[in-house]
């Protein structure tokens, strides 16, 4: 069994199809989702039913993202965050109200079912964003910070290359796991970009709500498969560029 992992998809079913495709998944992989389904082109109703469908069908793991978050904030109340609706949330709510609200009952179950965070048997923890708590994902006082923390990829990132685990001034909070994955923060909003490691963390965040390509990557050999550039799919669209 091969796991898989996809990073942010961003409303690009076409994208999505095209990499499931190129990695030749089979109903024997494990498909973890790194979070935000939704926000920037136009498929975002039809992207969530095809993942609600893919789980009938395959094993899927599918983490929260903070666009997943606002997207349910809206479903639910109704209120128009301006700041969602800047950063992509024009589209996804423009692809709700296309279709019969009493459609929305089955995405909002999947919205609701979404893990902050998933740890496999080798170790590998995944989630969209990052953590915190030097102990650990267990010990997070703010469970949004899994959906929006940005500094775990900095602080990955900033690191001395030099510097592995064991040695004194290696991060404490990144000692618990053999290996972290990670989408939320985009390596390249402008142009192609590949999946990045820092420390033991993984960001496969490829810009695919912007002019990148949408990633999946097989978690142990670390070989990836990536679609056109997402923006190529929808020449029509802006997406968030």
Request: proline share 3%; charged share 25%.
């Amino acid at each position: 069994m091969r796991r898989l992992v996809v990073g942010d998809i961003h409303s690009g079913l076409k994208a999505l199809e095209q990499i499931l495709e190129r990695a030749k998944v089979t109903t024997d992989d494990h498909l973890i989702f790194l979070g935000d389904y939704v926000d920037s082109w136009s498929d975002a109703f039809e992207t969530v039913s095809f993942l609600i469908s893919l789980m009938q069908t395959h094993t899927c793991t599918f983490i929260r993202g903070n666009h997943d978050e606002l997207c349910r904030d809206w479903m639910l109340t109704g209120e128009n965050n301006s700041t969602w609706l800047a950063h992509g949330g024009q589209a996804t709510r423009a692809s709700y109200l296309k279709v019969d609200r009493g459609e929305w009952k089955a995405h909002l179950e999947f919205y609701e079912n979404l893990e902050n965070t998933y740890l496999d048997e080798d170790n590998r923890l995944y989630l969209h964003a990052g953590y915190t708590n030097l102990k650990g994902v267990e010990h997070e006082y703010f469970e949004k910070l899994f959906y929006w923390d940005r500094t775990l990829w900095e602080l990955a990132k900033a690191l001395d290359p030099n510097l592995k685990p064991g040695d004194k001034n290696f991060p404490k909070r990144l000692t618990h796991y053999k290996e972290v994955f990670i989408g939320h923060t985009p390596i390249s909003k402008i142009g192609h970009a590949v999946p990045e490691n820092g420390a033991n963390v993984w960001n496969v965040d490829t810009g695919a709500a912007f002019k990148g390509p949408l990633t999946i990557m097989d978690v142990k050999t670390k070989e990836f498969w990536q679609s056109d550039p997402v923006q190529s799919l929808y020449p029509d669209e802006k997406g968030r560029n």
